[in-house]
């Protein structure tokens, strides 16, 4: 007897419509069956509180869960009616607006010093200089003498050791030269070519 069977004849044992011989082979079966017995003791409360013929428990939960989501609206993602284009548009405004509000700031002023340079080719050619610092010399004393020569480490060390320093204008390479050559502690090595 398979399952849906098995519950329609404990719906018909606890309503008296099955005959003598079905009402006692199926009470030695609920006796020998414990799943079965409480499947029984289940139906039979249900009729108690309930006799008017319904289906199975487990049909009626299934009916009720099936019915509530045919019931239930469907869900927009938008809250209006929006077709392709209009996404579209207001993508390409999103873009256009960012175009001419942040990217600018991003880019900086083209005439700024400090603005980013691609590393393959320096723009600093002629106010640069190379030079190798003492192996004695402290951190202090590096940082020190490039602020007061206003130069900056833009490379380095290379693989002998050498570092490229840029200044902002020929004046302040003049100067910075003067000062490495005033500094053998700090600077062993100068290369202005």
Same mark, same amino acid.
Request: proline share 8%; glycine share 4%; net charge negative.
């Given at each position: 007897?398979?399952?849906?069977?098995?519950?329609?004849?404990?719906?018909?044992?606890?309503?008296?419509?099955?005959?003598?011989? *079905?009402? +006692?082979?199926?009470?030695?079966?609920?006796?020998?069956?414990? *799943? #079965?017995?409480? *499947?029984?003791?289940?139906?039979?409360?249900?009729?108690?509180?309930?006799?008017?013929?319904?289906?199975?428990?487990?049909?009626?939960?299934?009916?009720?869960?099936?019915?509530?989501?045919?019931?239930?609206?469907?869900?927009?993602?938008?809250?209006?009616?929006?077709?392709?284009?209009? &996404?579209?548009?207001?993508?390409?405004? &999103?873009?256009?607006?960012?175009?001419?509000?942040?990217?600018?700031?991003?880019?900086?002023?083209?005439?700024?010093?400090?603005?980013?340079?691609?590393?393959?080719?320096?723009?600093?050619?002629?106010? !640069?200089?190379?030079?190798?610092?003492?192996?004695?010399?402290?951190? !202090? &004393?590096?940082?020190?003498?490039?602020?007061?020569?206003?130069?900056?480490?833009?490379?380095?060390?290379?693989?002998?050791?050498?570092?490229? #320093?840029?200044?902002?204008?020929?004046?302040? +390479?003049?100067?910075?030269?003067?000062?490495?050559?005033?500094?053998?502690?700090?600077?062993?090595?100068?290369?202005?070519?």
């Amino acid at each position: 007897m398979g399952e849906p069977d098995k519950s329609a004849a404990l719906q018909d044992l606890v309503r008296g419509r099955l005959s003598p011989d *079905e009402a +006692r082979r199926l009470k030695d079966a609920i006796n020998a069956d414990p *799943e #079965l017995e409480a *499947e029984y003791r289940l139906i039979a409360a249900l009729n108690e509180v309930d006799p008017a013929p319904h289906a199975l428990p487990s049909e009626l939960g299934w009916a009720k869960l099936e019915k509530a989501i045919d019931n239930q609206p469907p869900r927009r993602v938008w809250g209006a009616n929006i077709t392709l284009w209009q &996404a579209a548009a207001c993508v390409a405004i &999103a873009v256009v607006a960012w175009q001419f509000t942040v990217a600018p700031r991003l880019v900086g002023n083209p005439a700024d010093p400090s603005r980013y340079e691609t590393a393959s080719v320096p723009d600093h050619a002629g106010v !640069a200089v190379r030079i190798a610092f003492a192996p004695a010399a402290t951190e !202090a &004393a590096i940082r020190a003498l490039l602020r007061e020569s206003q130069a900056r480490i833009v490379d380095g060390p290379s693989a002998v050791g050498l570092y490229t #320093l840029v200044f902002n204008n020929d004046e302040a +390479r003049a100067a910075g030269l003067q000062r490495f050559a005033a500094s053998p502690s700090v600077v062993t090595t100068v290369d202005a070519d």
